[in-house]
């Protein structure tokens, strides 16, 4: 089975094909421009490469629940020549195939839970800290979607006591995505995340930001496993500084083992890598094929 995946970044679209072990046979890459630029490659990528399902995992924020007019949708966003683009339907009109959709960070975090890090696990939050930061919500089995869709990413935070730094977000100014996202880090310190040496300050006041957004999405959700990805956490060395961190705050007031005992399997980088947010697309896509393939009637 050949099934479609569309990674719908900000910053670049990633459109590929794959089957149902989770194996990436095929995929392209090239920058988000306007819509129409952009959308017209999508098609023509899948004009050439025939599929039965189309996963989507979309920046956003997106309309996502189903019977409301602006499912499908791209939204409110800022980003030029994007808000209230019917995503789906364009595609709809070329394609009629089942579609799967959701925002890329929930996408990722399916994946993670079909194929990767949370395999055979019932929830888990899937983070991603780049240009912005996502944080994709999958609890007692489902996505979660809500009123809108989870915006983990502007969650206020408390300010690092040796933090003078204003925040970048547009909308809160330092909000987690406006302190910590990767945008933050350079504007903070006058330097790209990756000039920095691996022993700097900027790491240690990273991760005080990203374990108190943790802390509080433990305490609020319970999550069987966090998955960190996106480019600043190829920064390795954030990855002890934050479990340190979260178990600073908690301060053993979860008492769970994977926490106590074993948090190096307990908050960790995505197992599908790289591929996380087009893996994940995909098993969205697998899941919308597997749905319409089965009798209504079928409990
Ligand atoms: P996007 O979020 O745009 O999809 P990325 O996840 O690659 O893409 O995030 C890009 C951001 O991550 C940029 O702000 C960049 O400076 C930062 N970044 C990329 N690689 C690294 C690295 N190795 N170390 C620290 N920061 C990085
Ligand atoms: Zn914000």
């Not at 839970?113 to 395999?119: F, H, I, L, R």
């Not at 691996?198 to 790491?203: I, L, T």
């Not at 769970?256 to 098993?283: F, K, M, N, S």
Request: net charge negative; aromatic share 10%.
């Amino acid at each position: 089975m050949r099934i479609g995946a569309i990674e719908a970044g900000g910053t670049k679209f990633v459109c590929g094909v794959g089957n149902e072990q989770g194996v990436i046979e095929h995929s392209i890459s090239f920058p988000t421009e306007q819509q129409e630029a952009t959308l017209g490659k999508v098609i023509d990528y899948f004009r050439e490469n025939q599929v039965e399902a189309i996963g989507i995992g979309s920046f956003g924020p997106i309309g996502l629940h189903p019977g409301s007019p602006l499912y499908g949708f791209v939204t409110t966003t800022p980003k030029p020549g994007w808000a209230n683009c019917d995503f789906l339907g364009i595609l709809k009109q070329e394609f009629h195939v089942p579609y799967g959709w959701d925002t890329d960070v929930n996408a990722a975090a399916y994946g993670e839970s079909v194929w990767g890090a949370a395999k055979g696990l019932r929830s888990c939050l899937y983070y991603t800290i780049g240009t912005g930061i996502g944080i994709g919500v999958y609890a007692e089995g489902q996505l979660v979607h809500g009123l809108v869709h989870p915006e983990g990413g502007h969650v206020p935070v408390k300010r690092h006591p040796e933090d003078s730094f204003g925040g970048l977000c547009p909308y809160h100014g330092d909000c987690l995505e406006g302190m910590a996202a990767g945008p933050a880090l350079e504007a903070r310190w006058g330097k790209k995340g990756y000039e920095l040496s691996s022993d700097h300050e900027a790491w240690e006041m990273e991760a005080y930001y990203i374990a108190q957004s943790i802390t509080g999405a433990i305490l609020m959700l319970s999550p069987e496993k966090i998955i960190l990805g996106g480019g600043v956490m190829k920064q390795t060395q954030l990855f002890p500084l934050v479990r340190e961190a979260v178990r600073r705050n908690l301060n053993g007031y979860v008492s769970a083992v994977e926490i106590t005992d074993h948090i190096e399997h307990y908050i960790v980088p995505p197992r599908l890598g790289e591929q996380a947010g087009l893996c994940g697309a995909l098993a969205l896509g697998l899941r919308a094929y597997k749905q319409a393939h089965t009798p209504t009637n079928a409990v």
